[in-house]
């Protein structure tokens, strides 16, 4: 079967950095997306990974090893705002999207 | 508006009741999809529409009845539901399905609970 693994719940004082992994077993792969979710509110596409290495997009960067079937999503400079959940997903052979269970990210001050 | 939007954005019913949900995408897409979201649970996938036409069914319930009159606009028509079908129910657009780029976007999503 499909599975997508990351840790359901992860707490960070602001200011500093957290790291949220994602590990998946996919029937093919053609691209891992991170989405933001905010309580009650639409996710939002943060980053796309098809080829491995280290993409960077300001305070949120996003890493892939195919061979390793993992992810993760790094950000930095924690703001209150970042409070939220984080979806992984990977696209599988069949262009359909396989979505983990989130990862609801607290922020402390 | 920009953007996906969906109505209404809260909805309680009874199990004997029929009910719309409405999605309105504004982005000039091809692909629209529903999926469904219960609490801790990954996206459920129900319904896939390119252009206009149903292109994946998740072996979804025939209680939930989908509508693709165009490329803008989606309908999931609901009649004789039951409390487990209560759930956040996520519109989403992409420009074409079928493409690793393909990034969706969603709505806000319609909170449906189910007496």
């Known amino acids: 079967g499909q599975n997508i693994d990351q840790p359901t719940e992860m707490t960070a004082t602001e200011g500093a950095i957290v790291q949220i992994n994602c590990t998946y077993q996919?029937?093919?792969?053609?691209?891992l997306f991170w989405y933001q979710q905010h309580a009650g509110e639409a996710p939002t596409f943060l980053s796309y990974?098809?080829l491995d290495g280290l993409e960077e997009k300001g305070r949120f960067s996003s890493f892939l090893s195919r061979s390793k079937g993992y992810s993760y999503l790094l950000l930095k400079e924690l703001q209150m705002k970042d409070s939220a959940s984080y979806l992984c997903a990977v696209m599988d052979s069949n262009y359909q999207l396989i979505w983990g269970a989130g990862t609801k990210l607290i922020i402390k001050p | 508006e920009t953007g996906v939007t969906q109505t209404p954005r809260h909805l309680v019913m009874g199990m004997t009741n029929k009910k719309s949900l409405k999605c309105e995408q504004h982005l000039g897409h091809n692909a629209m999809y529903w999926y469904k979201q219960s609490a801790k649970k990954p996206l459920e996938l129900m319904f896939v529409?390119?252009?206009?036409?149903?292109?994946e069914n998740n072996s979804v319930p025939s209680r939930f009845s989908p509508e693709c009159p165009n490329s803008s606009h989606l309908f999931l028509h609901l009649h004789t539901l039951q409390p487990e079908d209560s759930a956040l129910y996520l519109c989403?657009?992409?420009?074409?399905?079928?493409?690793?780029?393909?990034?969706?976007?969603f709505g806000p999503g319609t909170r449906l609970t189910v007496l």
């Open positions: 996919t029937s093919g792969f053609n691209g």
């Open positions: 529409y390119s252009l206009e036409e149903r292109v």
């Open positions: 989403a657009s992409s420009q074409v399905a079928g493409q690793g780029t393909d990034t969706q976007y």
């Open positions: 990974n098809v």
